[in-house]
Nanobody, 117 residues
Framework: QVQLVESGGGLVQAGGSLRLSCAASGSITRINAMGWYRQAPGKQREFVARIMRAGNINYADSVKGRFTISRDNTMNTGYLQMNILKPEDTAVYYC???????????WGQGTQVTVAS
């Protein structure tokens, strides 16, 4: 099993920045990729970004050029640097990990990000 714990959420003014962290523990060798999803009130959870163990990266179009995903070499910790934040980025952000079959098998509890206009 893999446990994921997010940190770094909070309240920020539009145009500001936040950095989210995701600490992984347990069977970390099972992780093929780490990523971030978000869920705004009344909306479905949506993909934000993913970084594979090999280093390949994907972003949602809505965050390209503003958000940067990274991780340490051991996949113990993942990060999401969020710049030029907009009110529409307000959501609960979830760290997630893809296991051996490339399914999003592991999820954190989420951290709230609120962007004030």
């Amino acid at each position: 099993q893999v446990q994921l714990v997010e940190s770094g959420g909070g309240l920020v003014q539009a145009g500001g920045s936040l950095r989210l962290s995701c600490a992984a523990s347990g069977s970390i060798t099972r992780i093929n990729a780490m990523g971030w999803y978000r869920q705004a009130p009344g909306k479905q959870r949506e993909f934000v970004a993913r970084i594979m163990r090999a280093g390949n990266i994907n972003y949602a179009d809505s965050v390209k050029g503003r958000f940067t995903i990274s991780r340490d070499n051991t996949m113990n910790t993942g990060y999401l640097q969020m710049n030029i934040l907009k009110p529409e980025d307000t959501a609960v952000y979830y760290c997630a990990a893809q296991g051996p079959r490339w399914a999003w098998d592991y999820w954190g509890q989420g951290t709230q990000v609120t962007v004030a206009s």
